[in-house]
């Protein structure tokens, strides 16, 4: 490698020698040009005048070659700078001889100029050239330039587009949320005004309990259809759905939040903070998103060891994935007292909590104060929740084995099969979701395997799965 890059050397300097010299002969033409025009006598010869305009055409033609070389040589490097100063002086040194030259010398020199304009043609082919090929790298320079900012520019788009389609209702959703709004309000005396009494199955500890907080009716039926068919005995699993009354703006910074005009809030996201309230009868409750799949029994994860941790999660600080500095605002004192920057960061998607260690720990009451500390969004972005989370169980966070979630479905197209097929839990987080015209086909049989497509309401909305 070594002596490739010295060949290389070499030759780039040889280059420079032979555009040096071209440059200091054209100068050197060009000063004739100036001198042998400058001055003049009647006695001269009456060829003289043919020969000295032949010689200064032939001077002026190299001379602008000289200019063109010289303004090129400014641009290129330091070197090639210095090197036009070294011409421009040496230019001087012969337009001072001027005045000792005169039309006769013309007979003189006419030979020795002509054989110089010869060998200044073959030095100015050799710059020619060396000065074109640093033309083109550079001009190849600017095209890559150009090109990877346009590409920079046609990924921001994409990532933009497709931030569109994840936030929008798809046509179909949308169609499928109203029919089942019509038919309840078609229903409306058949509902009765009390929420039923849950039947005391629903505040066992003995049986599996989940929470899916969601405003998605097809995309929770998955997970629940995905969840039923993988359990060993689905009867032993239980997900109610219910309504919350004790949830006002004065027992939530949340709603208060909501109330005083703060949109940025999801409220359904950020419901999961009050799981203890919710289930207060319960030790230990699975929390799933909306986006996942289950594949395998989530009875084991009744059986995890949570070490007296709150919280049971996937870790994402490997490979290209976040810590805490990524997703929480670090330049706040109250923050760099209490959190550490490097932290493993974790995700949602499922996780398991232990409800009296939560109680234990009063991760509420935690929640309420990071809330109404970032009241004015300063110490993380209030549409995420997930900062949220790993603040309120920071040291309160058991890793979960990696083969009971796999991430990515919506966003990353070159995850293993094997990964895939071997996890409990597939997620679809990111912006490719499966109800998406957007999402990855290779991935999307897996979520709509779970659809009831001869359900009347899907018939009508024309969901194309």
């Known amino acids: 490698m070594a002596g490739g890059g010295g060949g290389g050397g070499g030759r780039a300097s040889a280059q420079r020698r032979a555009a040096l010299a071209a440059l200091i002969t054209l100068l050197l033409l060009a000063s004739l040009a100036f001198l042998l025009s400058a001055t003049g006598t009647a006695s001269a010869p009456n060829s003289a005048p043919f020969r000295l305009a032949a010689i200064r055409r032939h001077a002026e033609d190299h001379a602008a070659v000289l200019a063109a070389y010289a303004a090129q040589a400014r641009k290129l490097s330091a070197a090639s700078a210095s090197q036009t100063e070294s011409f421009l002086s040496i230019s001087g040194h012969l337009s001072s001889l001027s005045s000792r030259i005169s039309l006769s010398t013309v007979a003189l020199l006419e030979k020795e100029t002509r054989g110089q304009i010869k060998r200044a043609r073959a030095l100015a082919g050799a710059a020619k050239e060396a000065f074109d090929t640093q033309s083109k790298i550079q001009k ?9 900012q346009q590409l920079l520019r046609a990924r921001r788009a994409g990532l933009l587009n497709s931030r569109i389609a994840a936030g929008s209702t798809p046509k179909s959703l949308h169609c499928l949320v109203m029919r089942l709004l019509e038919a309840r309000l078609a229903n409306a005396s058949a509902i009765p005004d009390d929420p039923p009494v849950p039947p005391p199955q629903f505040t066992d500890p003995a049986l599996y309990h989940y929470a899916i907080f969601s405003d998605n009716v097809l995309a929770v039926s ?14 032993r699993h239980l997900l109610a759905v219910s309504d919350f009354p004790f949830l006002n703006a004065s027992a939530s910074p949340v709603i208060r939040q909501i109330e005083d005009g703060n949109r940025d809030v999801p409220l359904l996201d950020y419901l999961r903070f009050y799981l203890p309230e919710m289930f207060p009868a319960l030790r230990r409750v699975v929390l799933l998103e909306d986006d996942v799949v289950v594949q395998r029994d989530l009875a084991g994860l009744w059986r995890v060891d949570l070490g007296g941790k709150v919280n049971a999660a996937l870790e994402t600080c490997f490979g290209g994935f976040r810590r805490y500095g990524k997703h929480i605002n670090f330049s706040d004192p109250a923050v760099q007292e209490r959190f550490n920057p490097r932290a493993c960061a974790w995700s949602y998607g499922l996780n398991v909590f232990d409800l009296q260690a939560w109680r234990r720990d009063q991760c509420t009451q935690r929640f309420h104060q990071l809330m109404e500390m970032n009241e004015n969004g300063t110490l993380w972005d209030p549409a995420s929740v997930l900062p949220a989370g790993l603040m309120t169980f920071y040291g309160s966070t058991r890793p979960l084995d990696k083969s009971w979630h796999v991430m990515g479905l919506g966003y990353n197209p070159h995850i293993r099969p094997e990964d895939i097929k071997g996890a409990a839990v597939i997620h679809f987080n990111g912006n490719m979701k499966p109800w998406l015209d957007v999402a990855f086909n290779q991935y999307k049989h897996l979520w709509t395997k779970y659809v009831d497509t001869e359900m009347e309401f899907l018939t009508l909305c024309n969901f194309g799965l």
């Open 140 to 148: 190849l320079s600017d095209t890559v330039f150009a090109v990877d």
């Open 222 to 235: 998955v997970v629940v259809a995905s969840a039923a068919r993988a359990a060993a005995e689905p009867a």
